[in-house]
């Protein structure tokens, strides 16, 4: 069964350094996504990404936050100079179509763990 | 703009029911209903696109109310299996497409 695949599953960094984290959908997917969960809390909507562009970011998606698809299979995270507050599970997702029809459901990876120290 | 559910937390025994709303204060094009078990990612339930529609597989259901912006999650006759945080994900219109918010979830225990 087709999945998505996240990497790493957990890395840990210094404040201030940069993250990439690393994403493959499902293959036929056109949507993709980023959702973070603080630990215990409830899932954030970062980000949202349709042709190659971004369709929709949250207040959290200020400009240490950037997204790619740098060659038509992955799609990464990039947070530019980490904060303490970054710290999360980082949930990348994808969809084959927009969320308003029967096949809109989002398939989630399993998490990159990020902790900031 | 993020969803509101109801309630937080609900311990059952196995065998009992129980229901989970979620509301927003925005006009809703879907509700999705996910289902997160501790440590692993959330996993897809169902999506409910039009106003009335009921839909449901084994003993997990849930209708939608498009003019309330209300959907609710039915649990019958539960499982231990179901233990989880069940997640509503309101989809809407933001800046310039659709966006899909997750409510702050529900946390169900199940008990023998």
């Known amino acids: 069964e087709p999945e998505v695949t996240q990497t790493p599953s957990h890395q840990v960094t210094q404040m201030g350094q940069e993250v990439i984290l690393r994403c493959v959908p499902i293959?036929?997917?056109?949507?993709f996504y980023w959702y973070r969960q603080i630990l215990g809390q409830k899932v954030e909507f970062l980000v949202s990404f349709y042709n190659n562009e971004i369709s929709e970011k949250s207040e959290i998606f200020d400009d240490q936050f950037s997204v790619e698809r740098p060659d038509g299979s992955n799609f990464t995270l990039k947070i530019r100079s980490t904060k303490l507050e970054d710290s999360a599970m980082y949930f990348c997702a994808s969809s084959r179509t927009s969320g308003v029809s029967n096949t809109g459901e989002l398939f989630f990876g399993e998490g990159s763990r990020l902790t900031v120290l | 703009q993020q969803p509101v559910q109801s309630p937080q937390a609900v311990i059952l025994r196995e065998g009992e029911d129980a229901v989970i709303n979620c509301s927003s204060s925005?006009?809703?094009?879907?509700v999705h209903w996910y289902r997160q078990k501790h440590g692993e990612a959330p996993v897809f339930l169902m999506i409910l696109l039009k106003g009335g529609e009921q839909k449901g597989h084994d003993k997990i259901s849930a209708s939608f109310n498009e003019k309330k912006q209300q959907s609710s999650l039915y649990l019958t006759a539960s499982q231990l299996s179901y233990s989880g945080t069940y997640f509503c994900?309101?989809?809407?219109?933001?800046?310039?497409?659709?966006?899909?918010?997750f409510g702050s979830g529900t946390r169900l225990l199940v008990r023998p």
């Open positions: 994900g309101t989809l809407t219109w933001g800046d310039s497409s659709y966006k899909l918010i």
């Open positions: 293959s036929n997917h056109l949507y």
């Open positions: 925005k006009a809703l094009y879907s």
